[in-house]
């Protein structure tokens, strides 16, 4: 797919990996609308890019926000929902583990409400996370929700065919998601990567660059890109 000229909606799109893929995108030509619960976070986002405000998890808000937006090229979601839980799942508060799945629910309401404005020959990327195919200590929630969003990509590729639908999945990524600071945030990102067969944390640039690939692939539907690191084969 040239992107030049289209019309691409992006959840998520104001921070970290969503706003990386959105200046990509607006670099190629791209006409992006980035959408997230807080826009003033992207502050200047750069040529090429729109801001509004949208909430995934709201059905009826979705649903009018698409109806403003239609008709679009293509839609990508790198919304988190709202907070996860991590630790021992024996000892989790079961409503931080339900609510973890925000991400999954927004992502089914993403494609529900929008597969039907999108252009025939239009793809959908989602945004997972290596947890999904390896699980470490206290993540499984981040597990049970990616895991989720893969099999759903999977599931629904055939019913939105010739519409396209994959997922990225970034390994352990230096974004703004982190809070640590200084040297405990190098400390934080050496100890996690040591392991990996490219050990340093991954930019958000580099997992944006996986999300262009899936938009402008037009042989791939219902896949996962991994841009991990090699933490699956660690």
């Given at each position: 797919m040239?992107?030049?000229?289209?019309k691409i909606v992006l959840f998520g799109g104001t921070s970290g990996i969503g706003?990386?893929?959105?200046?990509?995108?607006?670099?190629?030509g791209g006409e992006?609308?980035?959408?997230?619960?807080?826009?003033?976070?992207?502050g200047d986002p750069g040529a090429g890019i729109s801001l509004k405000q949208g909430d995934v998890r709201d059905r009826e808000a979705l649903q009018a926000l698409f109806k403003e937006?239609?008709?679009f090229d293509v839609l990508i979601s790198a919304a988190t929902g709202g907070d996860r839980a991590i630790g021992p799942f024996l000892s989790m508060d079961m409503d931080g583990f339900k609510g973890s799945f925000d991400k999954m629910w927004g992502y089914a309401n993403v494609v529900r409400y929008g597969a039907?404005?999108?252009a025939d020959n239009g793809c959908i990327v989602l945004v997972s996370g290596?947890?999904?195919?390896?699980?470490?200590?206290?993540?499984i929630a981040l597990t049970s929700v990616g895991g989720a969003v893969e099999a759903f990509a999977r599931g629904v590729a055939p019913e939105l065919a010739p519409k396209r639908i994959n997922v990225v999945s970034p390994g352990l990524i230096d974004t703004p998601m982190v809070g640590?600071?200084?040297?405990?945030?190098?400390?934080?990102?050496?100890?996690?990567t040591a392991r990996n067969l490219i050990p340093r944390p991954g930019t958000a640039d580099e997992v944006a660059q996986g999300i262009v690939f899936a938009v402008q692939n037009e042989f791939i539907t219902g896949t996962t890109i991994d841009v991990d690191g090699g933490l699956?084969?660690?």
């Amino acid at each position: 797919m040239d992107v030049s000229g289209k019309k691409i909606v992006l959840f998520g799109g104001t921070s970290g990996i969503g706003l990386a893929a959105a200046q990509q995108l607006a670099a190629l030509g791209g006409e992006v609308i980035a959408i997230s619960r807080d826009p003033s976070k992207a502050g200047d986002p750069g040529a090429g890019i729109s801001l509004k405000q949208g909430d995934v998890r709201d059905r009826e808000a979705l649903q009018a926000l698409f109806k403003e937006l239609a008709p679009f090229d293509v839609l990508i979601s790198a919304a988190t929902g709202g907070d996860r839980a991590i630790g021992p799942f024996l000892s989790m508060d079961m409503d931080g583990f339900k609510g973890s799945f925000d991400k999954m629910w927004g992502y089914a309401n993403v494609v529900r409400y929008g597969a039907e404005h999108l252009a025939d020959n239009g793809c959908i990327v989602l945004v997972s996370g290596t947890p999904a195919r390896k699980t470490r200590p206290g993540q499984i929630a981040l597990t049970s929700v990616g895991g989720a969003v893969e099999a759903f990509a999977r599931g629904v590729a055939p019913e939105l065919a010739p519409k396209r639908i994959n997922v990225v999945s970034p390994g352990l990524i230096d974004t703004p998601m982190v809070g640590l600071q200084g040297d405990e945030r190098t400390d934080f990102y050496g100890n996690a990567t040591a392991r990996n067969l490219i050990p340093r944390p991954g930019t958000a640039d580099e997992v944006a660059q996986g999300i262009v690939f899936a938009v402008q692939n037009e042989f791939i539907t219902g896949t996962t890109i991994d841009v991990d690191g090699g933490l699956l084969l660690s």
